[in-house]
C-alpha cells in the first residue's frame, strides 16, 4: 500500500475535505481526487459517480478497516 495514499486518506478525512488536503499536502484538488480513485481502486470501492466529498467516497469505517487488514495493523 503506497503511503501517499494512506498519508492522502488520513489527511482528506481529519480535514473533512479533498481541497484542505490538497492545500495542507501541497496538490492539487485534481491530484487528490486522483489519489483516492487508485485507492479506492486498490481496496476495490471505485464509484465512478463519486461527487467530491469524501462521505459520499469510500465509507471511512470501510476504508479504516480495509487499510488495516492490508498493512497488517490490529
Known amino acids: ?7 492522502t486518506f488520513v489527511t482528506i ?8 488536503a490538497g492545500e495542507l499536502l501541497g496538490r492539487s484538488q ?3 481526487s486522483l489519489q483516492v480513485k ?5 481496496l476495490g470501492y471505485y464509484n465512478r ?3 467530491h ?3 459520499a467516497g469510500i465509507p471511512p469505517a ?3 478497516e480495509k487499510l488495516k487488514t492490508l ?3 490490529n
Open 53 to 55: 466529498t469524501f462521505n
Open 71 to 73: 498493512s497488517g495493523i
Open 62 to 64: 470501510l476504508a479504516e
Open 13 to 20: 478525512k481529519d480535514l473533512g475535505g479533498f481541497t484542505s
Open 30 to 32: 485534481p491530484a487528490i
Open 1 to 7: 500500500m503506497p503511503t501517499d495514499l494512506l498519508r
Open 38 to 42: 487508485k485507492l479506492e481502486e486498490l
Open 49 to 51: 459517480q463519486r461527487p
